[in-house]
């Protein structure tokens, strides 16, 4: 990011969005057409679990409904669903801004609330609504019919697009239950101000007065661009004499708070950082781009007053052990307490920390829980569940914080061949993660987890009481939308349901909430897979259904089970009565953590729909193998023949750290000399497909990537962890037949401007055709490229679409809407691609300095945005 100023392109790992397209995706691009269109930003668990108090699955659901009657008159409805969670601030950001508006008791006074995340947060708002309309000039489209929203901040970044839009409509009074009206009214209130809110002063923080950031950067001008910003030397967070200098002391199993010491991630004195990365996993990112916009003041600490955890978890046994908690710090959520030990040496330097767990309280309702009610499946409390369908819960969101060692131990691996492919296949991410043996702690960038605890959570260790839990990975689509052929939200209710009984009679039900998408191989990947499937009309034949998703993706299944205990150890618990899985790899590391199963349940076969059948019969099958599926032969690929990845270490082995492994010298990506040496020619912008090219963001040749990145966003560092543990093989490319989209989006005129769109790569779904003319100078020199975007065919079946049939206020037409609620769609997911230069003009900055902050405020995150100008 700094010492490549010569690339161009970035594929920053943030999460990307998914488009929902209902109706005739022809129509979109004609002016004439209706077409509705609903740009919708995630808020998860008020979706997911439907919040009663939040109106953002209400606000989704009349999306849908909208883009049904657009549908159903001959047009088009787009739901363009952006993973920006919390205001683009992160998950845990988010619950410390509840516990503090709780205790303000704030109603909807914009000023006060906004104050109060500012307080918190350092911002109000990251999102980046300049890029919003990027997804809507990629399909072609210049006129909304009807702009489903009631915010000023999208409908002047769509205008300023240059995209009419005919009318807006909000979300009707009639559909606001009164738990919900507060909510509503501060959104109103807060669509008649601008997006960009002025930096709040940040008082009382109990982290130490503010300091400036020192800077990373140092040196005299000088341009590596013709007609690119001039930039300074970088000093690398590589090296142990500009970067981490004195590391504050952390051991990582002490028994005692003050010998434990705080983890370090913060980028206010980076001299004393004890890790590598930083805090929010990808939401750095935006948070980077605000303090380039000057949103956010990096000089100012974060007041966390009234923040801190609403229950008290710990501290246990198992936190004491080095081996036992290695995924998750087990002290984050009582760090920035003003009297915490484990954080008075960083107090005494003036050292800020910030807490990577929060603990906040919520209340869920969701639609099948209020039918197993009225069913009689599960009767009201008043407490735990209340009449209507509201369960009460805590929940607890936990940021990644590995501890380099005891992963490598979990995962029978050798330290440092751990960090060499955490550091190559991420494409050169965190440098120190092998120049810097002696930091044994990394923030991934990747998405955390969420417990929801549904009880009396001072039960949960305890062996005697009642415990049910509840492992979920995230299928969002699947489990927000409602698909009718999956399994994900019938095992999620199901599961709530046990928690609601446990707690009942006297216990805890959780719900551990992993956010591994797609076995962890990200969306897009999910999506071409869907379509490989399709035409192969697999069924729910295991080794078929795998050898699929290796075929396509490299592996079948990268998530870490292996890791899948620790919230459980961070929790205290030794004995879980009841265990809802059909797993068995996680039955297995459970067990292998030293916790005992009293009994699993399956979800019942009286729940599971026709449609879904075929889904849980693959669940159960695959249930009975291995988690850690051989690597199959990837053939027939259009991607050139296999060619072993070209490493990016050399050098005799240098040890660092007593005790720690060896490790070699670094070929440091920011090194032309070494890395992207002869990147292929991209022009964004340019008509013609072979004057265009494609991004090379693959890791198979990388004398020739032209982009800073790699693909799959979050997920790439679970890939990398799937190579170290031999999963996949990285020498052969993917295999991509069968996976092209389903219809045909574009090219339109908005592709062949390089300032329209800047945020994705308009040609990403076509680059993997083998006689593509984008890729054809990759395909003469054998280099491997791969689709960023995904079309695929989807069917939703949300409760509340059920509801509306029923209600009339939608009717079913056999095709766009069916009997039962299911709607007929097309789906896009999309990588975010930045194009940087045009990034930077987008957000009116100067490149130099927007590349910068994307490095500094990141901790360090891919040197080559300075350094390479031509990237």
């Avoid at 990747?446 to 009481?465: E, F, H, K, Q, S």
């Amino acid at each position: 990011l700094v010492t490549r100023a010569d690339l161009e392109i970035f594929l920053p790992p943030i999460n990307g969005l998914t488009i929902y397209m209902v109706g005739d995706v022809a129509t979109i691009p004609d002016p004439d057409a209706p077409l509705v269109v609903r740009l919708h930003d995630e808020s998860y668990d008020a979706e997911l679990f439907g919040s009663h108090a939040s109106t953002g699955r209400l606000w989704l659901v009349y999306g849908i409904e909208e883009c049904v009657r657009a549908a159903q008159a001959g047009g088009c409805g787009l739901i363009v669903y952006a993973r920006q969670e919390g205001n683009a601030l992160g998950e845990v950001a988010k619950f410390l801004v509840h516990n503090a508006r709780a205790k303000s008791q704030q109603g909807s006074d914009v000023r006060q609330r906004e104050e109060e995340t500012e307080r918190v947060t350092g911002a109000a708002d990251v999102r980046l609504y300049e890029l919003c309309a990027d997804p809507l000039l990629w399909l072609g489209i210049s006129r909304i019919h009807t702009f489903v929203t009631s915010s000023g901040a999208k409908t002047r970044a769509v205008q300023a697009a240059g995209i009419e839009i005919i009318k807006t409509v909000k979300l009707p009074a009639s559909l606001l239950p009164p738990s919900a009206i507060a909510e509503a009214n501060f959104k109103e209130e807060r669509s008649k101000g601008s997006f960009s809110n002025p930096v709040s002063p940040l008082v009382g923080s109990n982290n130490g007065p503010p300091v400036p950031p020192a800077p990373l950067l140092e040196g005299p001008a000088s341009p590596r661009r013709s007609g690119a910003p001039a930039h300074r030397f970088i000093s690398l967070t590589s090296h142990a004499a500009q970067f981490s200098v004195s590391p504050l002391p952390v051991r990582w199993g002490a028994a005692e708070p003050a010998s434990r010491g705080a983890v370090v991630a913060t980028l206010a004195h980076p001299q004393h950082r004890n890790a590598i990365g930083t805090h929010n996993g990808p939401y750095a990112v935006y948070r980077a781009v605000g303090i380039a916009k000057q949103i956010i003041d990096p000089s100012r600490p974060l007041d966390l007053q009234s923040t801190e955890p609403v229950v008290t978890i710990g501290p246990y046994p198992s936190w004491y052990n080095a081996d036992a908690i290695v995924a998750l710090d087990p002290w984050g959520a009582m760090v920035s307490a003003p009297d915490s030990a484990l954080s008075a040496a960083a107090r005494a330097r003036g050292v800020s920390v910030q807490p990577s767990i929060a603990i906040s309280r919520f209340e869920a309702r969701m639609p099948e829980i209020v039918e197993a009610l009225r069913e009689g499946r599960l009767s009201a409390d008043g407490t735990i569940l209340r009449e209507g369908g509201v369960v009460s819960c805590i929940k607890a969101s936990i940021e990644p914080v590995w501890h380099l060692p005891g992963i490598a131990r979990r995962f029978k691996l050798d330290e440092e061949a751990l960090r060499r492919k955490l550091f190559e296949h991420t494409g050169g991410m965190f440098p120190e993660l092998v120049t810097r043996a002696d930091l044994e702690i990394f923030l991934p960038p990747i998405n955390g987890l969420t417990i929801y605890m549904v009880g009396d959570v001072a039960t949960i260790p305890d062996p005697d009481a009642p415990l049910v839990v509840r492992l979920h990975d995230e299928s969002y689509d699947a489990e927000l939308f409602g698909s009718h052929a999956s399994t994900g939200r019938l095992w999620l209710v199901y599961g709530i349901e046990e928690c609601v009984r446990a707690a009942q009679a006297g216990g805890c039900g959780l719900i551990v909430y992993a956010r591994q998408e797609g076995n962890a191989l990200g969306e897009v990947a999910k999506f071409l897979v869907h379509n490989a499937r399709a035409k192969s009309q697999q069924g729910s034949d295991v080794r078929q259904r795998e050898e699929e998703t290796e075929r396509v993706t490299g592996a079948a299944d990268v998530r870490l089970y292996e890791l899948c205990a620790d919230p459980l150890l961070w929790l205290g618990i030794s004995r879980i009565h009841t265990f809802v899985t059909s797993s068995g790899a996680k039955t297995r590391a459970v067990q292998a953590a030293g916790i005992e199963i009293i009994k699993t349940v399956k979800l019942p076969a009286s729940l599971l729909p026709p449609s879904a059948i075929a889904e849980a019969n693959f669940k159960e099958e695959r249930s009975k193998g291995s988690f850690s599926n051989p690597v199959s032969p990837l053939v027939g690929s259009n991607n050139g023949p296999p060619v072993p990845p070209a490493p990016l270490l050399e050098g005799p082995a240098s040890p660092r750290r007593s005790g720690a492994p060896a490790h070699r010298f670094i070929s440091l990506t920011s090194h032309a000399a070494q890395f992207s040496v002869s990147p292929l020619p991209v022009r964004w912008g340019a008509a013609e497909p072979a004057s265009r090219g494609a991004v090379v963001a693959t890791l198979a040749h990388p004398q020739h990537r032209n982009a800073i990145g790699t693909h799959n966003g979050p997920y790439a560092v679970y890939r990398a962890v799937g190579i170290a543990k031999q999963i996949i093989d990285p020498s052969r490319p993917l295999d991509l037949q069968s996976t092209e989209p389903v219809v045909t989006i574009g090219p339109y005129p908005s592709w062949y401007n390089a300032d329209a769109i800047v945020a994705l790569d308009p040609w990403g779904a076509m680059v993997s055709a083998p006689d593509s003319a984008l890729s054809a100078a990759a395909r003469a020199r054998g280099v491997s490229v791969q689709p960023s975007i995904a079309i695929s065919r989807f069917e939703a079946r949300m409760p509340e679409i059920v509801e509306a049939l029923r209600e009339g206020r939608l009717s079913a037409d056999g095709t766009i809407l069916r009997e039962g609620g299911v709607v007929s769609c097309i789906k896009a997911s999309i990588e975010p691609v930045w194009h940087l230069p045009g990034i930077a003009r987008r957000f009116k900055l100067d490149e130099e300095a927007l590349r910068r902050k994307l490095f500094e405020h990141t901790g360090g995150m891919f040197p080559e945005l300075v350094t390479r100008a031509d990237l």
